[in-house]
């Protein structure tokens, strides 16, 4: 890469030169040939009009005004040399004349030099020669290309050092981020690239590297613990299950029954936790996303407190709900109606209290506010520990006051999934007493 960019500089270098070039001699060349085609037509004109004598006494009057004299080149002469007017000699002896412009050596005094001229055939061994001093363009070409021969050389060599100095610092500062893939690989995910004080594009990498890494980290310890917690949750009404089974093997007849209606119980238990393991797995993964619709969020509130309203009556729950109208969102009718169905779950096992000296009660607000559709449930029991506040939606984590409870940790982790699913957000805070869940959805304004 460093290379190309070398040979990129370069090249542009070189194109650059090359256009100055054609700027700087073509205009010069021009020049001399505009000058030179110029003044053959002239003398041709005053040699036709006033014959020889007219044409040499013209050319001594071009030669003697002294206007660029030292440039121009004027010549009336024989192929063998004999000058009968002008400022210089040319040897023509080989030279097959022609109307075009061409370089040829001329001598005057002692001077050597080169001309620009154009070669007019007059007949009976006479020639007129007109055109310009071409020393000053041929100066001017050797020097420029001298110039340039340098500039491209010492283009190349800075280049070529510049691309070394560049694969250099582009390895020492790639290093460190081959060598935490390599940990990566190896297994190592607590491994941190070492931040520089540079603010570059490799900072910006290695930043994002160092977050990966940490999420990574995060992750797979995530995974691990999910998959104690699953191991745990499975073994346990395995072997339940087993010693039933086993128990009903080597029992009598009648006892039979009650022991494989055990292991049953064990197994429906595993179905269950399967399901929402399988639904979990589903939600996280963002399937059903694409067929949601508008839909008002109180509709789907009211439908699932009908549903559990008969428990809060056995239970002796005072329910207030405060739904505003409008609610509108976009989602999955199922999903949500999934959400509530575990919050209020989680209300019935944890929120409420057979001591008749708690308040049972449920309070429920859904209202619209700031384009953002807000449901809050807050109950008056227990709450939840300091440490475990932040922890509810964590798969398989329960509070260790309720372990007693049947559950196995994963109803606030759906939520929390399908909440997410929806692109909105939710948190629990304590309600002193009790704990207060908010939920967060965008609110879906009407279909134009």
């Known amino acids: 890469m460093a290379l190309c960019f070398s040979a990129v500089v370069v090249s542009i270098l070189a194109g650059t030169l090359s256009v100055y070039y054609v700027e700087i001699v073509g205009t010069v060349s021009q020049r001399l040939d505009d000058y030179a085609l110029r003044s053959g037509k002239w003398l041709l004109n005053v040699y036709n009009q006033r014959g020889e004598k007219g044409l040499t006494d013209e050319i001594q009057r071009l030669v003697s005004d002294g206007i660029d004299s030292q440039d121009e080149i004027i010549i009336y002469q024989s192929r063998q040399g004999s000058v009968w007017a002008g400022n210089a000699v040319a040897d023509l002896t080989h030279l097959q004349p022609t109307t075009d412009l061409q370089d040829l050596p001329f001598e005057q005094e002692s001077r050597r030099f080169i001309g620009r001229v154009q070669i007019h055939d007059l007949g009976q061994d006479r020639f007129l020669i007109a055109g310009g001093d071409a020393q000053a363009l041929v100066e001017i070409r050797h020097h420029y290309m001298k110039a340039t021969g340098f500039a491209i050389g010492l283009a190349v060599v800075l280049s070529l050092l510049g691309a070394l100095a560049f694969r250099r610092l582009m390895d020492k500062r790639a290093s460190d981020i081959r060598r935490a893939i ?23 990498l290695e930043e994002d590297i160092n977050q990966m890494l940490e999420q990574l980290e995060q992750l797979v310890h995530g995974i691990r613990h999910v998959s104690h917690m699953v191991a745990h949750n499975l073994r346990t009404p395995l072997n339940r299950t087993l010693h039933h089974v086993h128990a009903a093997m080597h029992s009598a007849e009648a006892l039979r029954p009650a022991l494989l209606e055990k292991a049953q119980t064990e197994l429906d238990q595993l179905q269950r936790l399967f399901t929402k393991m399988l639904l979990l797995a589903e939600v996280e993964a963002g399937v059903g996303q694409q067929d949601f619709l508008r839909l008002d969020l109180k509709e789907v509130l009211q439908e699932v407190l009908e549903y559990y309203e008969p428990l809060f009556k056995d239970r002796e729950v005072s329910l207030h709900l405060n739904a505003k109208p409008g609610c509108h969102v976009r989602g999955d009718t199922h999903m949500l109606a999934n959400a509530l169905s575990n919050l209020f779950d989680n209300f019935l096992k ?49 509070d260790p006051q309720h372990q007693q409870l049947p559950g196995h940790g994963l109803g606030l982790a759906s939520v929390k999934a399908i909440v997410r ?12 007493p009790g704990l207060e869940t908010r939920i967060r959805l965008p609110w879906a304004p009407p279909v134009t």
């Open 182 to 204: 390599r940990h990566a690989g190896q297994g190592n995910l607590r491994f941190r690239i070492p931040m520089n004080r540079k603010s570059d594009e490799f900072t910006l």
């Open 350 to 398: 944890y929120g409420v209290s057979d001591s008749s000296e708690s308040q049972q009660r449920l309070d429920i607000r859904l209202d619209v506010q700031a384009d953002v559709v807000q449901l809050s449930l807050r109950d008056f029991g227990n709450g939840v520990s300091e440490g475990m506040l932040h922890r509810l939606a964590e798969h398989f984590v329960r």
């Open 421 to 432: 699913l929806h692109h909105g957000e939710i948190r629990w805070q304590h309600g002193n």
